[in-house]
C-alpha cells in the first residue's frame, strides 16, 4: 500500500491505473480505524480493481463546540489495518491540501430538504462540510464507486441525492452496520465511553429493535412510540438528542400507511454522542 499527502501525487498514480483500465473504489474516512471501516474496505475490494481509502478529519463538519481537536488520530495503525485488508492507495491530506484557501473561502455544497433536520438540526452545518468535503475526494479521485456505511443513515442519503442532483458517474454502495456482539454499531467514538458506559450503550440498538417491534405489531402513533423510547433511554442515563421514525425515501415523517420506514436515534451517554438506525419493511 501506498500513502499520499497530496492531490498531485494521487492523481498520478490513480492515472497509470487507468490507463490498465483499472477500476477505481473509494472508502473516505475519518481515520481511527476499526473493523466497521475495515468491512467497507473489503467491500471495496470485492468491487473494484484498486481501493483508495481516504483519511482526513474534516474541520468543515465540526461546529466550535464540537470534538475536532481530541479527534483521535491513530495513522500508523490505520496504515497498518488498511495494509491488510485490501486497500491499494491511502489518501491522508493536511487540511492546508484540502482547503488552500481556508474552510471559510472554501465553496460548499448544501443538499437541501435533508441536511438540517435530525443530526443536521443537532449539528448546524455539518451536512453542508460532509457533501463539500464528499464532492472534493469524488473530483480528486474520480472512481467508479464509493463506499458508505449505514450506520449514518442521513449521511448516506446526503450522498446519494447529492450524487444524483450534480449527475455523477459515480455508483454510491452501502454496506451494513458493522455491530459488535452486543449489537452496539461500531463507532470511532466509541472509544470515548468508560467501561460502566460502554455496558450500558447497547440499550440505544434494543430500544431501536423494541420500536421495530412495536411498528411490526401495529402500533400507529409514531409519536408515541418515539417518546416512549426516550423515556426509556433517559432511565438508561442517556441524555436525549432524537428518536425518530420517518420514511426511508425522504426522511421527513412517513405518509399514512408508507410502509418502508427507518427508525434513527441520536443520544449522548458521557462524553459520546452514539448514532443508529434501523430500516423496517411493513409489507415484509
Known sequence: ????????????????????????????????????????????????????????????????????ERYPKTLKEDQALLESNGCHYLFAPDALEMYPDGKRSQTQIEVSAISDILCGA???????????????????????????????????????????DLSSNITIIDEDIARAEDGLALSSRNGYLTEEERNVAPILYNTLLWAKNELQLGQ?????????????????????????????????????????????AAAYLGKARLIDNIQINLTN
Open 1 to 68: 500500500m501506498k500513502t499520499f499527502q497530496t492531490i498531485k501525487e494521487l492523481r498520478a498514480a490513480l492515472k497509470v491505473n487507468r490507463l490498465k483500465d483499472k477500476t477505481i473504489a473509494l472508502v473516505p474516512t475519518m481515520g481511527n480505524l476499526h473493523d466497521g471501516h475495515m468491512q467497507l474496505v473489503r467491500r471495496a475490494a470485492k468491487e473494484a480493481d484498486i481501493v483508495v481509502t481516504s483519511i482526513f478529519v474534516n474541520p468543515m463538519q465540526f461546529s466550535e463546540n464540537e470534538d475536532l
Open 122 to 164: 443537532s449539528r448546524p452545518g455539518h451536512f453542508v462540510g460532509v457533501a463539500t468535503v464528499v464532492t472534493k475526494f469524488f473530483n480528486i479521485v474520480q472512481p467508479d464507486c464509493a463506499i458508505f456505511g449505514a450506520k449514518d443513515f442521513q449521511q448516506l442519503m446526503v450522498i446519494k441525492n447529492m450524487t444524483r
Open 220 to 264: 400507529k402513533d409514531l409519536q408515541e412510540i418515539s417518546e416512549q423510547a426516550q423515556k426509556n433511554l433517559e432511565q438508561a442515563g442517556f441524555k436525549r438528542d432524537y428518536f425518530e421514525i420517518r420514511s426511508q425515501v425522504t426522511l421527513q415523517t412517513p405518509e399514512e400507511d408508507e410502509a418502508e420506514l427507518v427508525i434513527l
